[in-house]
């Protein structure tokens, strides 16, 4: 990590990821994911928003090729990391070529150590002990509560030092991009704005981009440049963050803000939300 730029890198034009009109379907007849297309820039920070069972998890999956295990399948469109086609690669593979996933839930060896576990984010890698051991005290640089428990069991540590272990694992394979999956679940609000601070850091000093799927919109909106608002396996609004979050829609039912002469979201049907969202 010695080698990283030192500023933020500028979200321009250039891709890293492209997420082309894919279809996920699971166990054969299950539809749920049905023409989903985003990109990522590189140096970008994007946001995947909506309510649990929007499919923000399964598209990070189809785009880590962890839908396999679940009887899941990408059956229409395609996936391209850094100009390269991956849906039909190996989850190994893509991390080889610098994609990795942060489970949601975190999802931590908890028999492990907090260093054995960050240690094993490094298995990929053959450029010696020596790089290894300074990525890892990078690690430590960046998350100093993870230093001071790093003799700790993991599954004795608390949620928010379990997810910075999680975020820090991801980092030891020396990413490009980490696809990060509800990073706020069960935190409190404190210890979430630490964790987005550690990861607005590591996309500006370490130049990784990050796709990452939140129910959270509101904390999401002010770290993320771009965000896709997914409903029922569909992207139904997207844009820049701050678009979104002047959008009276995205307000309303997702940011908890109405104008005067806005109705409550109880009294508005969510087919009503999706057709006028798709108009």
């Known amino acids: 990590m010695s080698a990283a730029p030192q500023t933020a890198p500028a979200a321009g034009t250039e891709t890293i990821l492209s997420v082309n009109n894919i279809e996920v379907v699971y166990d054969h007849v299950i539809l749920v994911l049905k023409g989903v297309s985003l990109t990522v820039p590189k140096g970008g920070i994007v946001a995947i928003l909506g309510a649990n069972g929007a499919g923000k998890t399964t598209t990070l999956k189809a785009i880590s090729n962890l839908l396999r295990a679940e009887r899941g399948e990408v059956t229409k469109g395609s996936i391209e990391f850094n100009g390269t086609r991956v849906d039909r690669m190996s989850p190994n593979e893509l991390v080889r070529r610098g994609c990795i996933q942060v489970m949601e839930g975190r999802h931590c060896f908890g028999h492990l150590t907090i260093e054995e576990n960050l240690l094993t984010g490094a298995f990929t890698r053959r450029d010696g002990n020596a790089a290894i051991k300074r990525d890892l005290e990078a690690i430590y640089e960046y998350f100093p509560r993870l230093r001071q428990r790093k003799t700790s069991m993991a599954g004795y540590t608390s949620g928010g030092e379990q997810q910075m272990c999680a975020i820090g694992r991801a980092m030891m394979s020396r990413p490009s991009m980490i696809l990060l999956d509800e990073p706020s679940m069960g935190l409190a609000p404190q210890v979430v704005e630490e964790i987005f601070e550690i990861v607005r850091t590591l996309n500006a000093k370490e130049g990784v981009s990050f796709l990452l799927a939140e129910q959270n919109t509101n904390i999401a909106l002010r770290y993320a440049t771009y965000g ?34 806005r109705k409550s979201f109880r009294e508005v049907k969510s087919y009503k939300r999706r057709k006028r969202w798709l108009a």
């Open 228 to 261: 896709y608002i997914l409903e029922t396996g569909r992207v139904v609004m997207d844009g820049a963050a701050d678009s979104l979050r002047e959008n009276e829609d995205v307000k309303e039912f997702y940011l908890g803000v109405a104008g005067d002469d």
